[in-house]
């Protein structure tokens, strides 16, 4: 239970830091990215509580353990873009260990099952984080897609 109360914790601090991302970042393409990634959070959140309440019943949230992913995000220049993408990437590493951890300990199989699922999101968060990252810094690959070529000049 304790790792549920964690996860729903979890959940609502990745929406809090993706939610105020997406109103500071500049760049079109990176606030459409951290709002999707708030919206994935909310989805998670939503599945946690109704699966707690179908196996434990009425769940009291309160306010469960951090996993420090709050720091102060500045977009002002592209080495704060960069520091917010570094943050969010380590968040979404920390975020999969803690949910590929309570699915080895989870007793019920749907626990086990969802924490292994969400895992495998904040992987996919990881790697567009990632990907974000690499577009930023003009490395002309976007999810494996080569923007464009030097060879052509």
């Given at each position: 239970m304790e790792e549920v109360?964690?996860?729903?914790?979890?959940?609502?601090?990745?929406?809090?830091?993706?939610?105020k991302?997406?109103?500071l970042c500049p760049n079109e393409y990176g606030k459409k990215m951290f709002e999707k990634l708030a919206k994935d959070e909310i989805k998670h959140l939503e599945?946690?509580?109704?699966?707690?309440?179908?196996i434990f019943g009425k769940v009291d949230e309160g306010e469960g353990r951090h996993l420090d992913i709050?720091?102060?995000i500045d977009f002002s220049t592209k080495a704060g873009e960069y520091a917010a993408l570094d943050h969010a990437i380590k968040f979404e590493?920390?975020?999969?260990?803690?949910?590929?951890?309570a699915a080895?300990?989870?007793?019920?199989?749907?626990v086990k099952e969802l924490f292994e699922k969400i895992a495998k999101e904040e992987e996919m968060h990881k790697q567009l984080l990632e990907a974000e990252?690499?577009?930023l810094q003009k490395s002309g690959v976007w999810f494996d897609y080569q923007e464009f070529r030097m060879d052509a000049l």
């Amino acid at each position: 239970m304790e790792e549920v109360k964690i996860a729903l914790q979890l959940e609502k601090d990745g929406y809090a830091y993706y939610k105020k991302a997406a109103e500071l970042c500049p760049n079109e393409y990176g606030k459409k990215m951290f709002e999707k990634l708030a919206k994935d959070e909310i989805k998670h959140l939503e599945t946690f509580r109704r699966l707690a309440q179908e196996i434990f019943g009425k769940v009291d949230e309160g306010e469960g353990r951090h996993l420090d992913i709050f720091e102060e995000i500045d977009f002002s220049t592209k080495a704060g873009e960069y520091a917010a993408l570094d943050h969010a990437i380590k968040f979404e590493e920390r975020a999969k260990k803690f949910f590929e951890d309570a699915a080895k300990k989870a007793t019920d199989n749907r626990v086990k099952e969802l924490f292994e699922k969400i895992a495998k999101e904040e992987e996919m968060h990881k790697q567009l984080l990632e990907a974000e990252k690499g577009y930023l810094q003009k490395s002309g690959v976007w999810f494996d897609y080569q923007e464009f070529r030097m060879d052509a000049l």
